[in-house]
């Protein structure tokens, strides 16, 4: 990481206000939570395709939950890092207008970030399908290893988006007019190819705005970024934050 390149980015982030976070998985690998497109950890054992999806959910929610059962009890022992840390610190700033993320972990809000949308859901609840009751994560962890419905007995769904479910219709109404709304859209962690999130820079874009680019490893719109930077979120935060002036 070049010092010039945090002077260039906290430039971008006085000068391009309001300033708006986009982050990935990318954010939460320094908390020791695998990206399930990268092999490692608990994603080494399980396909994506028979744990994370709707269809094999309705299918069979008791294998799901075996799954889903070890990812929360990662998830709940994680913690927040430097990258969430600066994130809401830029928040209580000024710099940061709010972050937008696709992680389901809870570690930015756990970390005092206040305008957060969870485009992907997130571990807070668990949601019956037949009956609406919804049951906090401490609950559900309670009735591990299948969490049934404490109203009606069917088992509950994580309100965590799957593959193969739309987004939450709120929060991505709330994303794309804070994207559209930014003048610097700052992504973090996320390699911008999960859509509909990753169309959301371009409604940065497409309203005036300009990108500037936290990852390791290139992105798609790396060439309409204003600025890239290929290093980890939390140095990157953390050095931002200090280059900053005190208040926005
Ligand atoms: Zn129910």
């Given at each position: 990481?070049?010092?010039?390149?945090?002077?260039?980015?906290?430039?971008?982030?006085?000068?391009?206000?309001?300033?708006?976070?986009?982050?990935?998985?990318?954010?939460?690998?320094?908390?020791?939570?695998?990206?399930?497109?990268?092999?490692?950890?608990?994603?080494?054992?399980?396909?994506?395709?028979?744990?994370?999806?709707i269809?094999?959910?309705?299918?069979?929610?008791?294998?799901?939950?075996?799954?889903?059962?070890?990812?929360?009890?990662?998830?709940?022992?994680?913690e927040?890092?430097?990258?969430?840390?600066?994130?809401?610190?830029?928040?209580?700033?000024?710099w940061?207008r709010?972050?937008?993320?696709?992680?389901?972990?809870?570690?930015h809000?756990?970390?005092?970030?206040?305008?957060?949308?969870?485009?992907?859901?997130?571990?807070?609840?668990?949601s019956?399908?037949?009956?609406?009751?919804?049951?906090?994560?401490?609950?559900?962890?309670?009735?591990?290893?299948?969490?049934?419905?404490?109203?009606?007995?069917?088992?509950?769904?994580p309100?965590?988006?799957?593959?193969?479910?739309?987004?939450p219709?709120?929060?991505?109404?709330?994303?794309?007019?804070?994207?559209?709304?930014?003048?610097l859209?700052?992504?973090?962690?996320?390699?911008?190819?999960?859509?509909?999130?990753?169309?959301?820079?371009?409604?940065?874009?497409?309203?005036?705005?300009?990108?500037?680019?936290?990852?390791?490893?290139?992105?798609?719109?790396?060439?309409?970024?204003?600025?890239?930077?290929?290093?980890?979120?939390?140095?990157?935060?953390?050095?931002?934050?200090?280059?900053?002036?005190?208040?926005?």
């Amino acid at each position: 990481m070049v010092r010039m390149e945090i002077e260039r980015l906290a430039s971008l982030v006085a000068e391009r206000q309001p300033c708006v976070a986009l982050t990935g998985a990318g954010v939460s690998t320094e908390s020791g939570i695998p990206d399930f497109r990268s092999p490692t950890g608990i994603w080494a054992q399980y396909d994506p395709l028979e744990v994370a999806t709707i269809d094999a959910f309705l299918a069979d929610p008791v294998k799901v939950w075996e799954f889903y059962g070890r990812r929360l009890e990662l998830l709940r022992t994680a913690e927040p890092n430097e990258g969430h840390r600066a994130l809401a610190e830029l928040e209580r700033r000024g710099w940061v207008r709010a972050v937008i993320t696709q992680n389901i972990d809870l570690l930015h809000a756990r970390a005092g970030s206040q305008e957060l949308v969870e485009v992907h859901g997130s571990i807070r609840t668990s949601s019956c399908l037949d009956c609406g009751a919804v049951v906090p994560l401490d609950e559900v962890v309670a009735l591990l290893p299948v969490p049934f419905c404490p109203s009606c007995g069917r088992i509950l769904k994580p309100d965590v988006v799957m593959f193969g479910e739309l987004l939450p219709e709120r929060a991505i109404a709330r994303a794309t007019r804070l994207a559209a709304e930014a003048a610097l859209l700052l992504v973090v962690g996320s390699s911008l190819e999960v859509y509909p999130v990753a169309g959301l820079p371009l409604e940065t874009l497409a309203a005036g705005g300009s990108l500037a680019i936290v990852n390791r490893g290139a992105t798609p719109l790396d060439a309409r970024a204003a600025l890239t930077v290929d290093a980890g979120a939390g140095e990157t935060l953390r050095a931002l934050a200090e280059a900053l002036p005190e208040c926005g």
